[in-house]
């Protein structure tokens, strides 16, 4: 992450959980569209999905 300042995206394979651990392994974001569109509720997917990278940011900025 010392090398670039591009924001870098986690894609593939990218569900709630990995989505954190993307985001706190220093990714600025997330590209999800299988665990979305094969969910029963995809807006509930995706608003879980958003809240776990929301949440991770905040854990990874106070952790600075």
Same mark, same amino acid.
């Given at each position: /992450?010392? &090398? +670039?300042?591009? =924001? &870098?995206? !986690? %894609?593939?394979?990218?569900? $709630?959980? /990995?989505?954190?651990? !993307?985001?706190?392994?220093?990714?600025?974001?997330?590209?999800?569209?299988?665990? %979305? &569109?094969?969910?029963?509720? =995809?807006?509930? *997917?995706? $608003?879980? %999905? $958003? *809240?776990?990278?929301? +949440?991770? &940011?905040? /854990? /990874? $900025?106070? !952790?600075?």
């Amino acid at each position: /992450r010392s &090398l +670039t300042a591009v =924001p &870098l995206v !986690a %894609i593939g394979g990218v569900d $709630r959980d /990995r989505a954190a651990g !993307a985001v706190m392994a220093g990714a600025d974001g997330v590209a999800v569209v299988s665990a %979305i &569109l094969a969910a029963d509720d =995809p807006q509930e *997917a995706a $608003r879980g %999905i $958003r *809240a776990a990278v929301d +949440t991770a &940011l905040v /854990r /990874r $900025r106070e !952790a600075g």
